[in-house]
């Protein structure tokens, strides 16, 4: 992204004071929103085309399964970007049983895609995430209901993750005081390297130590949530709905504004009921 690009979203955010229960008043939209797409069912028939024709490649077993992991994942990371139908997402759920059974060491690999599309895309309920942080303090996602939260799964040999450090300052600068939480899920070389990182770096949040498990780069929590490239992220709403995943930069910043600023008219009106 371009510099000039985030200095406008930036001061765009700073200094806008219209709520958005007066822009949906009067039909307006507000210039920060985003919207994850719906699928088309031909999208979600081109998709299917495509993995089935990486899956189909003839190679060796260990050659496959390779090439079988990576596909598998990253067509679960598309499915994660807009919205599925129940319909579709039945669709895609009975494509992959159907690959789990192709192959006797298929059903492994279909497992974790699986449960992206079942329960970590758009629109899902986001599962709880219990733990303790960085500092040993018990450590809850659900305690942050009626908050918008930014989960963000990182590690401290993560270059990426660390050019994302501007956008993250800059949301706990500026929502402190709002409904607003940034949460992370660190894995790396120790939860001592971990926590050195997050008390000199540029951003200080509350994270959740995912130790690796033996042999693997990342741990169970990451696990769960089938993450195996870094950053990954997800932008949850008041609800503990997930609404966005994996955005960066100016993207992130926009989301994280309007659904901050529904968060806060729903409070006022919640407040005005009783």
Not at 20 to 29: E, I
Not at 222 to 234: E, I, K
Request: hydrophobic letters at 45%.
């Amino acid at each position: 992204m371009r510099v000039i690009g985030v200095l406008g979203v930036v001061l765009a955010l700073a200094g806008v004071t219209m709520s958005a229960q007066s822009f949906q008043a009067f039909g307006l939209r507000s210039p920060a929103e985003l919207v994850a797409p719906a699928f088309g069912d031909d999208e979600i028939a081109r998709l299917i085309g495509t993995l089935d024709r990486l899956l189909a490649v003839e190679s060796t077993a260990e050659a496959w399964r390779d090439t079988a992991s990576d596909a598998l994942r990253q067509f679960a990371r598309r499915l994660q970007t807009g919205r599925l139908s129940s319909l579709q997402e039945g669709t895609v759920l009975a494509h992959l049983d159907q690959i789990g059974r192709s192959r006797p060491d298929a059903t492994t690999l279909v497992a974790g895609p699986r449960r992206m599309i079942s329960a970590l895309t758009v629109g899902k309920t986001a599962p709880d995430i219990t733990g303790a942080d960085l500092d040993g303090r018990p450590l809850k996602l659900g305690d942050f209901r009626d908050k918008v939260v930014v989960l963000v799964f990182s590690a401290d040999w993560c270059a990426i993750c660390k050019t994302q450090a501007p956008y993250e300052r800059f949301l706990l600068e500026r929502y402190d005081k709002w409904p607003f939480a940034l949460l992370g899920v660190e894995t790396g070389s120790s939860r001592e390297a971990a926590r050195l990182a997050q008390s000199t770096g540029a951003v200080a949040h509350r994270s959740w130590w995912d130790a690796p498990v033996s042999g693997e780069t990342s741990g169970p929590i990451a696990a769960s949530w089938n993450v195996t490239g870094w950053p990954a992220s997800y932008v949850i709403d008041g609800d503990g709905v997930i609404r966005f995943v994996d955005l960066r930069d100016e993207d992130l910043l926009k989301a994280v504004r309007q659904l901050v600023d529904a968060q806060v008219d729903r409070d006022a009106r919640a407040k005005r009921a009783r």
